[in-house]
């Protein structure tokens, strides 16, 4: 998949600036004369030779690296270097950076994917991270995971066993979350759990609600990994929707953050793994279909418009948005941000897959993954976000970025190429896990038009 060629090349700026008689840069002066002491802005950028970053198979790629402090060349720098396909291991190569940048040549890809290119320098005893990633023709990324002949019968099954629990909402105004145009409550409701549990298991979530009377949309909002207390939407319930944000693991979700990093450092941690075995009794068994109770209570509620209902999410919630859309046909949309458990098992065949990378062979012997057991994988092909993308058919709002090494591109893009629904795209090239405020914008923008709110 990768080139065997990766040398590293003195910038061709560099070259150029010397044959020319051109000065070097000016190296940053260690401390100014009036200063008593230097502290600068570091960083490590690399970036692709192509303005799109994306490459057909078989393109030479480039990645040009420079250091800098307070945006001026360092001297005397070096990195170290490595590039491989998303996600894999590579060999690190430590290079001197001339003070024009340094540029390497990285060689190519043969097959659809991502290359990454990956350098850290030191500076004053920290060591900064720089990376950028060049896609090979990613609409033809193909998905390895393929779904079980009983999947869907599976699925139905577990909704059956959900529509026999009564709904049983609870609701608690929160007159301090209150505002003068919406009403905010703790709300939670009857969930399937297991049948040895002492008390039937519910999900919990902050409800937020126009004070206006009428009718209107419904949002429900679901979570990212890990532990957390919640708040809700209020603004978007003040632009004209109701909104429900929830909790996946069965607690309230407004007591103290003590009380969750509690939970995560002791009965939590690793939760995704939890029963991975038993498809039967896995932990995301009954988140997804948690989710889908939390649209039982949405429709239910008197001011729903009877017609609008989005599902909105980011890693776990983005795996969450596309796998209740695909479950529950009352689901009008959906926007996914860098969606987890995407094609997991692409490790098994030497590729990236998605968060939480359970079939990932270890970084350093290459052995497989502990995990990488036949019932594992059989499970696995039950929950993954790929075969639900399969199974959309309503518009959705994609959106992630290149340097993704949490959910990476190359699982995104197996996702999303499966999808036959309508369905949107927005990419930025430099995102990493993370969450910029254009990228909330857009999608805020795209719930709007979907809704007609202003």
Known sequence: MLSSRFRFLVSIACVASAASGRSAPTPITPVPPQAMARVATVQVRVAPDHRDWTYEPGAPVRFKITVTADNEPIDNISVNVAVAPDMMPGVAKAVAVPLDGLVIDAGTMTQPGFLRCVATAEVAGKVYRGLATAAFAPEKIVATQTAPADFDAFWQAQKAALAAVPVEPLLTLLPEACTDKVNVYHVSFRNVGPSWAPVPARIFGILCEPKLPG?????????????????????????????????????????????????????????????????????????????????????????????????????????????????????????????????????????????????MPDAVTGKPSPHATPAKIETATYYDTVNFARRLKVPGFYIWGYNDDVCPPTSTFAAYNVITAPKELAVEFEQAHSYPLEQSEAINAWVRRQLGLK
């Open 215 to 359: 009718k209107y949309p419904a949002v429900l909002r679901v979570p990212g990994a890990g532990v957390r207390p919640y708040s809700g939407d209020k603004d978007l319930a003040a632009r004209g929707a109701i909104t429900l944000e929830i909790g996946v693991h069965g607690i309230p979700v407004n007591l103290a953050q003590s009380v969750y990093d509690a939970l995560y450092a002791s009965a939590l941690p690793g939760y995704w793994l939890f029963n991975f075995e038993d498809k039967e009794n896995y932990y995301y068994r009954r988140i997804y279909l948690g989710c889908v109770r939390a649209n039982d209570f949405l429709v239910s509620r008197e001011m729903w418009n009877g017609k609008d209902l989005l599902v909105l999410g980011a890693s776990q919630g983005g795996q969450l948005a596309i796998t209740t859309a695909a479950l529950d046909p009352r689901v009008t949309g959906l926007s996914a941000t860098h969606p987890a458990f995407c094609d997991v098992s692409a490790e098994l065949h030497g590729r990236a897959g998605g968060w939480p990378h359970p079939f």
